[in-house]
């Protein structure tokens, strides 16, 4: 028995290949999912869609000695073609591939695809924005939970207001739409659920990839405190991030301490909560320059401001403005589970967090630097810092 597997395209007749079309024409057998078949009415047979079921046919069928299993797209570009040569190890199998959706989008709006990251968004989970930030061109396959409004809201929401954005509905159809734009220009707009779209970030740079440590010179500073950098290691070591974690960094001040974390794990999503004009300002500035736009910026007092906010995982406090109780019970209300790291300067500040935290582990941090005195150098002792940090 010879079994021929072959990606028609887009589901477009026209998009198939020419061995494609005379492999088709030979079949004995036409085996796939019913809206692909039904584009060869002359090969109507059992309509099957999963790749276990198709593979039952096959085994039905043994005495036919040519069937040919159709395919959306291109065999090697999520297609269930993997999974079925899986199943069909032991027969005569032969590919032929069709023309994917990037190969075919990518003519239509005259841009070549290798420099892309390929996600498939169709029908498994996916961190759009994650996937956005890793690169300068992301191309993502929608449908089911993610579809392509999702991911222009996503670019609104956190600020990513120089990407450019195409989206493809129905491609190789009579009725193909392809929508470009800014993702302002394209939020009001209503697409098929089951399109493609591509996502081009013209500011993205790989200066703007970090692996922690940044100097504290590197951010832009106003008379706002900030955390500096020995500290901001520490306290993100006791925070323990994982990947896809939602972040608070609460009185974030310049937002060092979440614009580093963000720009370490761009999976992350930080929410920097800051209630001063000139700090939310300063914040501003810091994730443009550090393109950390996986950090949103909530401006007001925590905790009121952190209601309408998603489940924290792990939360930072450097400041409370005297709601430490408060913030506390809110974090704890949206996740029991939520790992909590603050710092204090004060005595009074530690205090008060041993009577709200339970199981925590405090750390004492004392730094000295070195300061030129003529042609001595001199070290000048900073602040001692308590870091304290929930068990877990």
């Not at 021929?4 to 079309?21: E, F, R, S, W, Y």
């Not at 999974?83 to 075919?104: A, C, E």
């Not at 005259?110 to 498994?124: E, I, N, T």
Request: glycine share 8%; aromatic share 6%; proline share 3%.
């Amino acid at each position: 028995m010879k079994i021929t597997i072959v990606g028609i395209g887009m589901g477009n007749a026209g998009t198939l290949t020419l061995g494609g079309k005379e492999a088709i024409e030979n079949a004995n057998l036409l085996v796939g999912a019913k809206r692909l078949i039904e584009i060869f009415p002359e090969k109507m047979s059992e309509p099957e869609i999963y790749s276990d079921k198709i593979f039952e046919i096959i085994k039905k069928n043994n005495e036919l000695d040519n069937i040919v299993v159709i395919m959306s797209g291109d065999t090697g570009f999520y297609s269930g073609a993997t999974k079925l040569l899986g199943l069909l190890k032991d027969y005569d199998v032969k590919v032929i591939p069709g023309i994917s959706s990037m190969q075919y989008m990518a003519s239509k709006i005259g841009r070549p695809w290798q420099d892309a990251k390929l996600v498939s968004a169709h029908g498994v989970e996916c961190n759009i924005l994650a996937e956005i930030m890793k690169t300068k061109e992301t191309f993502f396959l929608t449908g089911g939970s993610v579809t392509p409004t999702d991911i222009i809201d996503e670019l609104n929401e956190f600020g990513l207001k120089d990407a450019y954005v195409y989206v493809g509905e129905r491609l190789s159809y009579e009725d193909e739409k392809i929508f470009k734009g800014t993702p302002q220009e394209l939020k009001v707009m209503t697409f098929a659920s089951l399109s493609v779209v591509w996502v081009i970030r013209k500011d993205f740079s790989k200066e703007h990839k970090y692996r922690g440590g940044i100097s504290d010179e590197a951010f832009i500073r106003g008379k706002v405190p900030m955390t500096k950098q020995e500290i901001r290691s520490s306290i993100i070591a006791a925070l323990k991030v994982n990947d896809d974690d939602v972040i608070y960094d609460i009185g974030a001040g310049t937002g060092s301490v979440g614009i580093e974390i963000a720009t370490m794990n761009t999976s992350t999503k930080v929410y920097a909560i800051e209630t001063n004009p000139e700090g939310i300002e300063l914040i501003d500035k810091n994730r443009e320059k550090f393109s950390a736009y996986n950090l949103k910026i909530v401006g007001g007092k925590a905790p009121l401001a952190m209601e309408n906010l998603p489940a924290p995982d792990r939360a930072f406090i450097g400041g409370s403005k005297g709601n430490l109780k408060e913030i506390v019970e809110l974090l704890r209300t949206k996740n029991p589970d939520v790992k909590i790291v603050l710092s204090a300067i004060a005595l009074e500040t530690l205090n008060e967090a041993m009577e709200v935290l339970e199981d925590i582990d405090i750390t004492s941090i004392s730094i000295a630097k070195a300061k030129e005195i003529g042609k001595y150098h001199m070290m000048t002792g900073q602040n001692p810092i308590y870091i304290i940090s929930t068990r877990g």
